[in-house]
């Protein structure tokens, strides 16, 4: 294999590098992760019911998005949250797939949902 063979790809939307997570961008992320995953436990929020809890998992997961778009793009968080949610959204989805297999590993009840959403992405 060639050592200058990149793995992932790097995805550019509105002139920002969207790659993979870091370890220092995990180490970063693990407060938001670890709200999302309590969330996720607290709530009982599993495949079946996600549909009808989307809102009430949509309103906690909000605040965290722009701090998570901060870190993954290293821009000042003031910025991001005067983003179009258009674009929010299609960044959100970039990181979902470059990251499907740690965030499966840990969100563990989300495993399903994040299945069925990358099939679709």
Do not use: C, H
Not at 48 to 63: E, G
Not at 86 to 104: D, H, P, R, S
């Amino acid at each position: 294999m060639e050592s200058n063979k990149k793995l992932f790809t790097v995805v550019n939307i509105n002139g920002f590098e969207i790659r993979p997570w870091t370890l220092e961008q995990v180490e970063l992320l693990l407060p938001q992760f670890s709200k999302i995953k309590l969330f996720i436990d607290n709530e009982k929020i599993t495949f079946d019911n996600f549909i009808k809890r989307a809102w009430d998992f949509s309103t906690m997961l909000l605040p965290e998005i722009s701090s998570i778009l901060s870190i993954t793009l290293n821009e000042d968080e003031n910025k991001i949250k005067k983003f179009e949610m258009g674009t929010i959204i299609e960044i959100l989805l970039v990181i979902l797939t470059q990251n499907m297999a740690y965030l499966k590993n840990l969100l563990g009840p989300m495993t399903e949902i994040l299945k069925n959403l990358n099939q679709k992405i």
